[in-house]
Nanobody, 117 residues
Framework: QVQLVESGGGLVQPGGSLRLSCAAS????????MTWYRQAPGKQRELVAA???????SSADSVKGRFTISRDNAKNTMYLQMNSLKLEDTAVYYC???????????WGLGTQVTASS
């Protein structure tokens, strides 16, 4: 059974930091490109940051210089270090795993991040 479990969300003041984790089970993690998405109330889901099987990273312009994505294949876990959080970062953050070239894609249930004073 495939599971992607996000954790680390919470309430933080603007300017603060959080570290999200996505723990994967039931998949060969190292073969999957991993991505963080987020969805704010009333808005479409958007890509936040991605990391390929080879460790190549990319991120949305809105989070560049503030968020860092990483992965630990030995622990089957992906991370998102979020610094200098802003009010507009408030959203549910989702973990996505996709095997390039195969019909294999999975989603986590999400973790809430709220930046508020």
């Amino acid at each position: 059974q495939v599971q992607l479990v996000e954790s680390g969300g919470g309430l933080v003041q603007p300017g603060g930091s959080l570290r999200l984790s996505c723990a994967a089970s039931g998949i060969s993690f190292r073969f999957y490109d991993m991505t963080w998405y987020r969805q704010a109330p009333g808005k479409q889901r958007e890509l936040v940051a991605a990391i390929t099987t080879r460790g190549i990273t990319s991120s949305a312009d809105s989070v560049k210089g503030r968020f860092t994505i990483s992965r630990d294949n030995a622990k089957n876990t992906m991370y998102l270090q979020m610094n200098s959080l802003k009010l507009e970062d408030t959203a549910v953050y989702y973990c996505n795993a996709r095997w390039p070239g195969r019909n294999a894609e999975y989603w986590g249930l999400g973790t809430q991040v709220t930046a508020s004073s």
